[in-house]
């Protein structure tokens, strides 16, 4: 069974920093891509970050660069989104999902962890 579990989430004020974590089981982790969307309340779900887990190729929106970060950790199927400098904007659920390439299209994910809350504060 594929799971993916998201954990990290949590209140920070603006300027700070989360490591958002994504633990994978059920599948073979060095062949995916894993990306990271949120959606905030009455958005659509947006892509955050994408890491290929074949070739380490990274994906990140022009909204991410420069403050997220994304990794992979093969010997623990875990990937991580460290944020920086995040804004009250950046108020969402984050997301993790697998799928075949990196992509900013969520439908191209089609698998699902269930979100960690990410509040930041003004």
């Known amino acids: 069974e594929v799971q993916l579990v998201e954990s990290g989430g949590g209140l920070v004020q603006a300027g700070g920093s989360l490591r958002l974590s994504c633990a994978a089981s059920?599948?073979?982790?060095?062949?995916?891509?894993i990306g990271w969307f949120r959606q905030a309340p009455g958005k659509e779900r947006e892509a955050v970050s994408c890491?290929?887990?074949?070739?380490?190729?990274?994906y990140y929106p022009d909204s991410a660069k420069g403050r997220f970060t994304i990794s992979s950790d093969h010997a623990k199927n875990t990937v991580y989104l460290q944020t920086n400098s995040l804004k009250p904007e950046d108020t969402a659920v984050y997301y993790c999902?697998?799928?075949?390439?990196?992509?900013?299209?969520?439908?191209?994910?089609?698998?699902w962890g269930q979100g960690t809350q990410v509040t930041v504060s003004s």
């Open positions: 890491v290929n887990n074949r070739d380490g190729s990274t």
């Open positions: 059920g599948f073979r982790f060095d062949v995916y891509a």
């Open positions: 999902a697998a799928g075949g390439i990196c992509s900013s299209w969520h439908s191209d994910f089609g698998s």
